[in-house]
């Protein structure tokens, strides 16, 4: 099973920008889709982006799409989501997600194969 371990994560003031990113190991880079959900205090964890296994689709949640790019690095088996233009309601705690199929980060089909610690993101006001 894949590990996953986040870094990356701050305080930021609105409109500033940040990077977060996810290292992988114990598994096959390459064959599984990586994403990124979050959870803010008293809310459910939602999907944020993901990007199929061979890097050439990127998905994006509504809230960030237009700001936010997720990107793999397969040399290093890292994911990025860089984070720009951040406003307050983007705090939250930022969980790495590791799955065979995009399709069940996007969908929830079942529950995802692997989860990050998590990294905690704040952006002041």
């Known amino acids: 099973q894949v590990q996953l371990v986040e870094s990356g994560g701050g305080l930021v003031q609105a409109g500033g920008s940040l990077s977060i990113s996810c290292a992988a190991s114990?598994?096959?880079?390459?064959?599984?889709?990586l994403g990124w959900f979050r959870q803010a205090p008293g809310k459910e964890r939602e999907f944020v982006a993901a990007?199929?296994?061979?890097?050439?689709?990127?998905y994006y949640s509504k809230s960030v799409k237009g700001r936010f790019d997720i990107s793999r690095d397969t040399a290093k088996n890292t994911i990025l989501l860089q984070m720009n233009n951040l406003k307050p309601e983007d705090t939250a705690i930022y969980y790495c997600?590791?799955?065979?199929?995009?399709?069940?980060?996007?969908?929830?089909?079942?529950?995802?194969?692997?989860w990050g610690q998590g990294t905690q993101v704040t952006v002041g006001s």
């Open positions: 990007i199929d296994w061979s890097g050439g689709s990127k």
């Open positions: 114990g598994g096959t880079f390459s064959s599984y889709a």
């Open positions: 997600a590791a799955d065979p199929y995009v399709a069940n980060m996007l969908e929830g089909w079942s529950p995802i194969h692997s």
